[in-house]
Structures are given as structure tokens and as C-alpha cells.
């Protein structure tokens, strides 16, 4: 009988899966790439072994989002908290590769253990090593092994993957390139390679149709790359074993002189990734990025919604690119959203300042005051000036991956806005109930501002992105008094100081009312991110959209307090301690 590989020979669970093996209680069988091992609510009958090849975990939040919880490598167990505390499975676990399980029955596990404690001592302090790993957000078997495989009209990848992994490796990874010299190598060679290198990188050119089949069937993550300035395939993109999982990305490489991309909208419909990355020719900054994305220290930034409060989401912006904080991802709710969107379209601190204070801040965006039927405004004037700013830009045209969300009225539930136009999209998740009319999708939903369900989505990012997560919230803190909402003494003299342009008190309150998180989705969104910020912003009033100079210093100074208070750089914070003892 063959020893299980990468097991200690004086492990329990060696131990436990060898002599069950032998007597016949433990079962070998083989999972196919992207079958799934077993579902999220199903009972937990068997204790698993990943013998060869690896399982992913996912969970699926209320949103309907699968959120990516980590690899399970060879000689780790899976399954074993649920079968212990005799509950269903929380997770859902898929494999990303043909992989090899060893299945224990739940008695027989529970008579082994009554025979050799040391078992469950085992197994005790992997939970618990789990579980610390989750409570001080460091990643937990994150992805390692990479593909890249061409997709559409023909581009060289072995050079542009040289690139990154030599980018890699100024990380501090050892990482190797794997390309189709290894198309005839057998099983044992690849799991060799994975265990001698902390990422591995394999690359299928367009002509390596045989080379590519087994990129597919090896990788934790894929990676299609298109050329940007091309139309996608007509008969759409040949589906992947980990497509079902969202672990399939795409790279769309850009003219280096491209001032935005266009036209990524149709690679999205044919290729349906997880996510979009715009890579420019020779531009060592979106090589970079894509070495972070792939080792765990891409950095993600949440904006929260909170009316002229969020002004300081500008100054937070300035103070993370003052310390050479890098921002791979936004995403956002509400005005947040809005000053997210500008930064993934390029906007620099220069015309960030200029463009909000042309939209917002010299003159009301909200005094199109209305008859109250659906609002106490029309909401023209901020479609304009969405309009202005954004014109047609689709979301899949930002150079840097970005969400915004809002709240659909219809389902409950939050909207998450990844795709389409742009300007539709801020709309829909600037769009405070009572204070500007609703938006409508073609299927006749009814979206409000996001912060309406989901204020401060770090959660939702924390689907997409692995690495660290920077947020900014201006949520907090005291936000509206009594004067807030007193009625005006005299209504000619309110009405002659302008500060009719505010809205009548009424805003304030719906304003706040729309922007109070419950305790539940405020404590999970805290516990998505890494570096949380938090401005001082109580002398701003809510609708006060003149008062942008102290919001933005306030959004300024506590970045700076935040960041220097870590001990190590952002990028990073969720390396587990092994990983930064390792690196060389």
C-alpha cells in the first residue's frame, strides 16, 4: 500500500487514512476539474483527504456573489469542522484540478478517534490554526499556480508573462515560467514544480491548442488575455472547468498610447470573466499590478456613502498616493461610489479636485427642488453633471477594476453594478429615497442610493480580491442634531440666504436615515478590511455641499494617522507569517 505523498509519516491523519485504507472503511476515487466535492447545506457524512490536485472553497452571500475562501492542498483535510460539530457544510468545495480524495465515513472517523486520540488533537489544532488565520485576516491557502492562455485574434504571452513573473520575484516570490515544453510531463512532474516554487506561472500561446487543455485542467486561477483594441470571438469563448467556480479572468492589453479602453463591454458578454484587468503595452505599472493580483498584495479601496461627508474619500485618496500606497481596486456606495469611479477612470488628485468641485461643490447638485411625489428633487441636475463628467464610459472601460452598489427595492437586496454605463449606474446608487426619484433597470427593478442596504461595501470587495483592503468610512461618528431638522424661523429668510439650495431639513434626515448601516453589515463590512479609516467629519453637515475643504483635510489627516500605525507595509497585511519567512 503507497504511503499518502507530503504527509509526515508520523502524522495522525496519515496514520488514521492508511490503516483505514487497509481495512477498507477509507475510499479513493478521483474528482474531475470543476466537480464539485460537496455543496453548502449538504450533512457532513466523510471526513476528505486531498491525496493529488487541489480544492477551492466558496460561499455565496445574500447578494448572490461567491466569495473565494482558499485552496485546500495535498495532505490537507476538508470537511472536518462540519463533521465534527454535526452541522451541514457552511461552504461549498469544488475541485480546481483532477484531483485525488480519500473519503472516511463519520463513524468509522469517530471509532478511530475513540482508538487514537491523536487524531483529533490533530485535527483540533488545524481548526484552530484556520480559525486564527480568518480572525487576523491572513490569508488562508491562498492561489499559487497560474494560467494564461490567449484568447481571440493572436498575441505573444510568453514575454508579457517573463514580465510578471520577473515582477513576481522582486517580490520576494520564487516563481517559475512554464510554457509547452511541459505538455507531455506527468503528474508527478507538476506537483514537483508546485512544491518548489511559491508561484507558478503557466503560459499556452494561440497555437498550443493540446498545451492549452492541460493549463486548464492544472491551474488554481486562469487568466484569458485578449487584445483590447480587437472585437472579442464571434462564437463567443470556449468554456473552462474553474468558469463555474469565477476563478476565469480576463486581460485585455491595451495600445500603450491609449488614452481609455473601448469596447470591453462585448469581451465581457463572450467571455464572461470574474474579473477584468486593462493591461498597456510596456507599462511597467499594470505589470506590476497584475504581480500583486497574483501574489496576494493587490490593495483594494472602499468608499462608503455619506453625502457631502464624503468629500473625504478625496483627501483619503491623496494621502494614500503621498505614501505610495498602490490602488488596484474601487469600489463603493453612494457619493463614494462617484469619487471611486473617477479614480478608476484616471482622474488624478489635480482633476479629482477641479471635477468634484465643478459637480458638487460650487453649486448645489440639489436644489432642482420638486413636488414630492416621488422625491423633494428632480435628479436632473445630477444626471447632468454625471453626464458631464462621465459621458458614456461603461464600467468595463475603467482602467482599474471597480463596483459601485446600489439597493434594489424590488428583491430586497443589494444591486452590484459591474458592467454598463457608467453614469446609469452612480445614478442608481446616488439615488436617496425621498430625496431624488429612483432608478429603473429593463426589468422593472427599483434601485435607491446603495447605502440604503449596503453603505460601506468592504464585504463586497472582499469577494473579488484576496489582498488587502483599505476603507474609508465617514459613516460614523455624530451626524445629525436637532438643529438639523428644526424648522426654519422664518421661511422668506431661509429662503433669501440660499440656504434653500440645500434642501429643506427634511434632506437631512432622510440623508442620515438612508446612511445608518445596521450593527450586522456594519460589523462584517469592518471585518472585510485591513486598514480601516474613519475622518473626524461631525463638523460637516450632511447636505452641506460647500463645506468640501475640511471634509477633504479630514479624510487626509486620519489616512496618515491610519498608515502610520502599521507595523509593515499595506500591501502586505494578509501575508501569513510563513509567507514572509519564506520569501527570499
Known amino acids: 500500500m503507497a504511503r499518502l505523498p507530503d504527509i509526515p509519516s508520523d502524522?495522525?491523519?496519515?496514520?488514521?487514512?492508511?490503516?483505514?485504507?487497509?481495512?477498507?472503511?477509507?475510499?479513493?476515487?478521483?474528482?474531475?476539474?470543476?466537480?464539485?466535492l460537496y455543496k453548502a447545506g449538504e450533512p457532513a457524512e466523510h471526513l476528505y483527504l486531498v491525496r493529488a490536485g487541489r480544492l477551492g472553497a466558496f460561499r455565496r452571500d445574500d447578494g448572490g456573489e461567491t466569495q473565494f475562501l482558499g485552496v485546500i492542498r495535498p495532505g490537507e483535510p476538508a470537511g472536518e469542522m462540519s463533521l465534527i460539530a454535526g452541522a451541514p457544510h457552511s461552504a461549498q468545495v469544488v475541485a480546481l484540478r483532477d484531483s485525488e480524495i480519500f473519503a472516511l465515513p463519520r463513524d468509522a472517523f469517530f471509532e478511530a478517534c475513540d482508538a487514537d486520540g491523536s487524531v483529533m488533537i490533530e485535527l483540533a489544532k488545524l481548526m484552530i490554526l484556520r480559525s486564527r488565520q480568518?480572525?487576523?485576516?491572513?490569508?488562508?491557502?491562498?492561489?499559487?499556480?497560474?494560467?494564461?492562455?490567449?484568447?481571440?485574434?493572436?498575441?505573444?504571452?510568453?514575454?508579457?508573462?517573463?514580465?510578471?513573473?520577473?515582477?513576481?520575484?522582486?517580490?520576494?516570490?520564487?516563481?517559475?515560467?512554464v510554457g509547452a515544453e511541459a505538455q507531455h510531463a506527468p503528474t508527478e512532474w507538476f506537483s514537483e514544480v508546485e512544491r518548489d516554487y511559491q508561484v507558478v506561472l503557466y503560459v499556452a500561446e494561440a497555437d498550443d491548442q493540446g498545451w492549452r487543455q492541460v493549463v486548464g485542467r492544472q491551474v488554481d486561477r486562469l487568466f484569458r488575455v485578449g487584445k483590447g483594441d480587437t472585437a472579442p470571438p464571434k462564437d463567443g469563448v470556449a468554456p473552462e472547468p474553474l468558469q463555474a467556480q469565477r476563478l476565469v479572468d480576463l486581460i485585455l492589453i491595451q495600445k500603450k498610447t491609449a488614452q481609455t479602453p473601448r469596447g470591453s463591454e462585448a469581451w465581457i458578454a463572450a467571455a464572461?470573466?470574474?474579473?477584468?484587468?486593462?493591461?498597456?503595452?510596456?507599462?511597467?505599472?499594470?505589470?506590476?499590478?497584475?504581480?500583486?493580483?497574483?501574489?496576494?498584495?493587490?490593495?483594494?479601496?472602499?468608499?462608503?456613502?455619506?453625502?457631502?461627508?464624503a468629500y473625504a474619500h478625496v483627501g483619503a485618496i491623496q494621502a494614500l498616493r503621498e505614501r505610495g500606497v498602490p490602488i488596484d481596486f474601487v469600489g463603493g456606495s453612494s457619493m463614494g461610489a462617484i469619487i471611486g469611479a473617477g479614480l478608476a477612470l484616471g482622474w488624478g488628485s489635480e482633476e479629482m479636485d477641479v471635477r468634484i468641485r465643478d459637480a458638487f461643490v460650487n453649486t448645489s447638485p440639489l436644489d432642482d427642488i420638486a413636488l414630492p411625489l416621488l422625491a423633494m428633487t428632480h435628479g436632473g441636475k445630477v444626471k447632468e453633471r454625471l453626464a458631464q463628467h462621465f459621458g458614456d464610459t461603461q464600467i468595463a472601460d475603467l482602467w482599474l477594476p471597480f463596483f459601485c452598489v446600489s439597493s434594489d427595492l424590488t428583491t430586497g437586496t443589494?444591486?452590484?453594478?459591474?458592467?454598463?454605463?457608467?453614469?446609469?449606474?452612480?445614478?442608481?446608487?446616488?439615488?436617496?429615497?425621498?430625496?431624488?426619484?429612483?432608478?429603473?433597470?429593463?426589468?422593472?427593478?427599483?434601485?435607491?442610493?446603495?447605502?440604503?442596504?449596503?453603505?460601506?461595501?468592504?464585504?463586497?470587495?472582499r469577494m473579488s480580491q484576496v489582498g488587502p483592503i483599505v476603507g474609508v468610512d465617514v459613516s460614523r461618528g455624530r451626524s445629525i442634531m436637532a438643529d438639523d431638522v428644526a424648522r426654519p424661523a422664518s421661511v422668506w429668510r431661509w429662503l433669501w440666504s440660499g440656504e434653500w439650495r440645500k434642501g429643506p431639513p427634511i434632506v437631512s434626515l432622510l440623508m442620515r436615515a438612508a446612511t445608518v448601516s445596521t450593527g450586522r453589515d456594519l460589523a462584517a463590512a469592518r471585518e472585510a478590511t485591513d486598514v480601516l479609516v474613519t475622518p473626524d467629519v461631525t463638523g460637516v453637515e450632511i447636505r452641506d455641499w460647500s463645506a468640501y475643504d475640511p471634509a477633504v483635510a479630514a479624510g487626509y489627516k486620519a489616512t496618515l494617522e491610519a498608515l502610520d500605525k502599521l507595523t509593515r507595509p499595506v500591501t502586505e497585511l494578509r501575508q501569513r507569517a510563513s509567507d514572509r519567512n519564506i520569501r527570499k
Open 11 to 36: 502524522s495522525a491523519l496519515a496514520r488514521l487514512f492508511n490503516q483505514e485504507r487497509a481495512q477498507g472503511d477509507a475510499t479513493w476515487f478521483s474528482l474531475p476539474g470543476g466537480a464539485t
Open 134 to 177: 480568518a480572525a487576523t485576516k491572513a490569508s488562508v491557502g491562498v492561489p499559487s499556480v497560474f494560467g494564461f492562455v490567449c484568447t481571440g485574434e493572436p498575441t505573444p504571452l510568453r514575454a508579457l508573462v517573463d514580465k510578471i513573473g520577473r515582477e513576481i520575484g522582486r517580490l520576494g516570490y520564487s516563481v517559475t515560467v
Open 272 to 309: 464572461q470573466p470574474a474579473r477584468l484587468f486593462h493591461l498597456r503595452r510596456d507599462n511597467s505599472e499594470d505589470i506590476k499590478r497584475i504581480a500583486r493580483v497574483l501574489t496576494g498584495q493587490s490593495v483594494g479601496l472602499v468608499l462608503s456613502g455619506g453625502g457631502a461627508r
Open 414 to 461: 443589494y444591486h452590484l453594478h459591474k458592467s454598463g454605463l457608467l453614469r446609469d449606474a452612480l445614478r442608481a446608487s446616488i439615488a436617496l429615497p425621498g430625496v431624488m426619484p429612483p432608478a429603473t433597470t429593463e426589468d422593472d427593478h427599483v434601485l435607491v442610493d446603495g447605502a440604503v442596504m449596503k453603505n460601506f461595501p468592504a464585504d463586497v470587495m
